[in-house]
């Protein structure tokens, strides 16, 4: 097996001592790794062999024992994909970085890919971890932004505004600016000392428009570092 190594020295303590830093290198990074044989059909690579992984590489892939067994043989079916990626990087020496999914095996990965060893040999360690449930996260977080837009889209008399807790600023869109007849540059204060929970925030905002005279009460909906608000017309007094 080709691996990367210091420059050695006449002496076998050296190699060895190299070889110590490498393991103890490769077993201690917070991430899947491994180093794999390409298979090819003539110019074409239709599979791949796990030479060496790494102890963190079961739990980021969900695959036992692969040393010395095919990817096609713990995943059958497994992408197309995953063949020609290492086969491009393992013929060319062009190292590549992706994040991909893999349905066969259910999950999500970042994965940086380079050539190592003899080129003939056409082995590429693979450095990857498993981001499936941070992508789960994020298209959830996508799905809910797209739905909440729906529905200020289709409903009558809804805006909001954001307050940016840090920098004590409060901004609007446009359809808040319009339907209240605010600036979107919202100068009203925040009454800190009306604040009496995280969840319930009460501020008055004055209107910035000549042809409005009643303010508004701004009743929060959520709380983050960014908190979005919606309006409900109060009266003076």
């Known amino acids: 097996m080709q691996r990367p190594t210091a420059p050695t020295t006449d002496t076998p303590i050296s190699s060895h001592a190299s070889e110590d830093r490498y393991r103890a290198l490769v077993d201690a990074i917070d991430a899947g ?122 409903g009558n008399g809804i805006g909001t505004w954001d307050w940016d807790v840090p920098n004590d600023r409060v901004t609007a869109d446009e359809r808040f600016s319009t339907l209240y007849g605010v600036s979107p540059s919202l100068d009203a204060p925040v009454h800190r000392s009306s604040v009496s929970s995280a969840t319930s925030i009460p501020t008055m905002c004055k209107p910035r428009s000549p042809q409005s005279t009643r303010p508004y009460g701004l009743e929060a909906i959520s709380m983050r570092n960014t908190v979005s608000y919606s309006p409900t017309a109060q009266s003076i007094g």
Do not use: K
């Open 33 to 154: 790794f491994c180093i794999i044989d390409l298979l090819f059909d003539g110019e074409r690579s239709v599979d791949y062999r796990f030479i060496e992984v790494n102890p963190r590489f079961e739990s980021q892939t969900g695959l036992v024992d692969p040393v010395g067994r095919t990817a096609s043989e713990l995943v059958p079916d497994l992408e197309a994909f995953w063949f020609e990626t290492y086969g491009r990087v393992a013929s060319t020496g062009q190292s590549a970085r992706f994040d991909h999914g893999s349905e066969q095996m259910g999950r999500w990965f970042d994965v940086h890919a380079f050539r190592v060893g003899n080129p003939e040999a056409r082995q590429v360690a693979v450095l990857f971890t498993d981001i499936s449930e941070r992508r789960s996260i994020l298209t959830a977080a996508q799905a809910s932004e797209e739905r909440l837009g729906q529905a200020l889209a289709a």
